[in-house]
């Protein structure tokens, strides 16, 4: 049965930045499919853990500062060790922070590559040799619409670059390992209602863009990029790799 595809039942699934918005929610859409799930980030709050408490067969939490350059080894050391295999792997930590680029400082601008971008990269380094020797497995990065478009009013620049850098990443590796059985691609979130946007929701020089530049009127909502991350994470996407799924309410199509 195709809704078969779906089901994620002996799999494990790593995600960073999976304690809260976007990762809590592909987290918790994963779990429900069957998956182990381990997630890691800075802490675990008591809301995620109530959410990941209620999942079948379980979760595990990872802290991990990702900024650090051994941090991606040590947490996929400490994932096999704890479940002996990662089948899925999803890079969902993140940051944004906004600026003019004239006076933008040097130390911001390496902080978002460091989070954004180094640490996507090391982690999908890290699982490659362990995935390999398993015989196959699934890497989903989250993107972003703003490494496709330069959205506005806001000025992000070292965002949107490092979202871009993201989605050619996902391209470039989905080529190199697709012989080996390892499906590599990515979602990309429009405005979603998570506390990385929600300062932006309330300003009132920005929302009034948002809504008026996304065709559907309203911003998303995490569960509704954890459904695609589902079909991503699943055999019922077994064809597909090296694709930036968009999911922007139509952000990208004005």
């Given at each position: 049965m195709?809704l078969?595809?779906f ?5 494990t699934?790593?995600?960073t ?5 976007i990762?809590l929610?592909?987290?918790?859409a994963?779990g ?11 802490t675990l709050?008591k809301?995620?853990?109530k ?5 079948k067969?379980?979760?595990d ?5 990702l900024?650090d350059v051994?941090a991606a080894d040590?947490?996929?050391a400490q994932?096999l ?6 089948d899925i ?12 680029s ?11 590559m ?14 490659l ?5 398993q015989?196959?497995?699934?890497i989903l990065n ?9 959205n ?8 949107n670059?490092s979202?871009?850098a993201?989605h050619m ?5 989905a080529s ?7 499906r590599?691609n990515?979602v990309?979130?429009?405005y979603?209602?998570?506390?990385l ?10 929302f009034?863009?948002?809504r008026?530049m996304?065709?559907m ?7 509704e990029v ?5 079909f991503l994470?699943s ?5 597909i790799?090296g ?5 922007d ?6």
């Amino acid at each position: 049965m195709i809704l078969d595809r779906f089901k994620l039942e002996s799999k494990t699934a790593l995600i960073t930045g999976g304690t809260r918005g976007i990762g809590l929610a592909i987290a918790q859409a994963l779990g429900e499919a069957g998956a182990h799930v381990i997630v890691s980030g800075r802490t675990l709050g008591k809301e995620a853990e109530k959410i990941l408490s209620k999942l079948k067969p379980g979760f595990d939490f990872i802290p991990a500062e990702l900024e650090d350059v051994k941090a991606a080894d040590a947490l996929v050391a400490q994932a096999l060790a704890k479940a002996g295999r990662i089948d899925i792997l999803v890079n969902s930590a993140g940051i944004a922070i906004h600026g003019d680029s004239a006076d933008y400082p040097e130390e911001t601008w390496r902080r978002i590559m460091a989070v954004n971008v180094d640490a996507v990269f090391r982690c999908c380094r890290a699982v490659l040799p362990p995935m390999r020797k398993q015989g196959g497995g699934v890497i989903l990065n989250v993107g972003s619409m703003s490494g496709i478009v330069s959205n506005i009013p806001q000025n992000q620049v070292a965002y949107n670059s490092s979202k871009a850098a993201v989605h050619m990443m996902t391209k470039s590796l989905a080529s190199e390992v697709a012989a080996e059985n390892i499906r590599v691609n990515a979602v990309a979130p429009g405005y979603i209602e998570t506390d990385l946007s929600r300062g932006g929701i309330a300003n009132p020089e920005w929302f009034p863009t948002w809504r008026q530049m996304t065709p559907m009127g309203r911003v998303g909502q995490p569960e509704e990029v954890a459904a695609a991350a589902l079909f991503l994470c699943s055999d019922a996407s077994s064809y597909i790799t090296g694709e930036v799924l968009v999911i922007d309410g139509g952000y990208t199509t004005r």
